[in-house]
């Protein structure tokens, strides 16, 4: 009998996806549940997918690898989709489909299988990830074939004794991992309701927040985060205590309503704590250790690279092609920043660095200012010089 491997999260679109699998197209399936954060009891998970039909239930902890080699490189590069959303899931999906090959390649598989829907952007990010590193691999989605509304496919897991974390009175679709956490569904779907509080499980409302601000420092060498509060930890560690941190004084929430890739917007909330707090950092270090053109371009690289990661295109030869120059630009990006966690704001309070472009003797307006003021005159008048001769030949545009 053929083999397929389903991305199994344990929620109701893969846990119904198992038994759907096996009827629909009489294959064995194998569960593969990586954990990239947000993953509470993996043995638990891998219990559930035998009792539900799985012949094999597969568990990977690919936390390190997400941070260092998914993470960090969006970081490097301020990647924020429509300056708002930090991409949690986006940069997630190109590692899970690069494990579901390795898998299906180990297990000698002829198809994957995910439980994205078919109006969603992971199904782009599944497919077009399996499809470029392994192209003789079926790619199947059952939530997109099915044609079960969300009600139906919760009845279907209730029929066939399927246990699922989801109830028609609390209908909710989340995806978490380190980079964040991602809820829609429900009346959440009417993007004039304020989100209830229930939705949110990372980050607490303002008002029960602490009454005192809290510091933190955070240490960063070539634009990757080394150090909080003085003690050097790796980038696992480092996220979990920030989200921990940060979601206490409630930061990290976000209601977006956002353009998805297959053309219609969608009410999307996020809980980032330690992405907010990092990313705002990160771009507080830049600035200081940055030329003004770098910090120009950066931008535009940054906004490219946002839109490639969340558009599925991590595994092509542009995105690799603007790492390599995020990279570059990062060399410098080395220093120490002070951040202030208050009541659902996070804010730069502080910053320094050993190769910093700021400096005090020429910023001073007090005693020991060596700007020479008497070199401005000259400098204004050839840097204004086309300004002057285009409004003297044609005229101000004003007139």
């Not at 989605?141 to 074939?145: I, K, L, V, Y």
């Given at each position: 009998m053929d083999k397929v491997v389903l991305a199994y999260s344990g929620g109701l679109d893969t846990s119904a996806a198992i038994k759907w699998l096996a009827e629909k197209y009489n294959?064995?399936?194998?569960?593969?549940?990586?954990?990239?954060?947000?993953?509470?009891?993996?043995?638990a998970i891998q219990q559930k997918a035998l009792k539900i039909g799985a012949v094999k239930a597969l568990t990977v902890d690919a936390r390190e690898t997400f941070v260092n080699s998914f993470i960090f490189p969006a970081l490097k590069a301020n990647a924020i989709y429509e300056g708002q959303y930090p991409l949690a899931t986006a940069l997630g999906r190109p590692l899970i489909a690069k494990l579901l090959v390795e898998v299906a390649r180990k297990e000698k598989a002829v198809a994957v299988a995910h439980g994205s829907t078919g109006k969603g952007n992971d199904q782009v990010r599944f497919d077009v990830s399996v499809a470029t590193l392994a192209p003789e691999l079926k790619v199947i989605?059952?939530?997109?074939?099915w044609g079960m509304t969300r009600e139906e496919t919760i009845a279907y897991a209730e029929r066939h004794g399927i246990p699922v974390p989801v109830k028609a009175t609390s209908p909710y679709s989340i995806d978490e991992n380190l980079w964040g956490r991602s809820i829609e569904c429900g009346v959440l779907e009417d993007p004039w309701v304020e989100p209830p509080e229930e939705v949110f499980a990372w980050?607490?409302?303002?008002?029960?927040?602490?009454?005192?601000?809290?510091?933190i420092e955070i240490g960063f060498v070539s634009g990757v985060p080394v150090s909080l509060n003085g003690e050097e930890m790796d980038g696992v560690t480092l996220i979990q205590k920030l989200n921990e941190l940060a979601g206490k004084h409630g930061v990290g929430r976000i209601d977006h309503v956002e353009s998805r890739l297959v053309g219609i917007k969608s009410r999307e909330i996020y809980e980032a704590p330690a992405a907010t707090v990092l990313l705002k950092?990160?771009?507080?270090?830049?600035?200081?250790?940055?030329?003004?053109?770098?910090?120009?371009?950066?931008?535009?690289?940054?906004?490219?690279?946002?839109?490639?990661?969340?558009?599925?295109l991590w595994f092509t030869a542009l995105r690799h092609d603007l790492a390599a120059y995020v990279d570059s630009a990062q060399r410098n990006v080395t220093g120490t920043v002070r951040m202030r966690l208050f009541k659902g704001n996070c804010m730069v309070v502080g910053r320094k660095s050993p190769v910093s472009l700021y400096d005090y003797s020429l910023a001073t307006y007090d005693k020991g200012d060596i700007f020479d003021q008497s070199a401005s005159p000259g400098f204004i008048h050839v840097w204004g010089l086309p300004v002057r001769i285009q409004a003297k030949v044609q005229g101000s545009p004003e007139q």
């Open positions: 294959m064995d399936v194998i569960a593969l549940t990586v954990d990239i954060g947000g993953v509470s009891d993996l043995p989605a059952p939530a997109r074939e980050t607490r409302s303002p008002s029960a927040c602490p009454d005192q601000p809290e510091y950092a990160h771009q507080s270090l830049e600035a200081m250790t940055l030329t003004k053109d770098q910090l120009r371009f950066n931008q535009k690289v940054s906004c490219e690279y946002a839109d490639m990661v969340y558009n599925g």
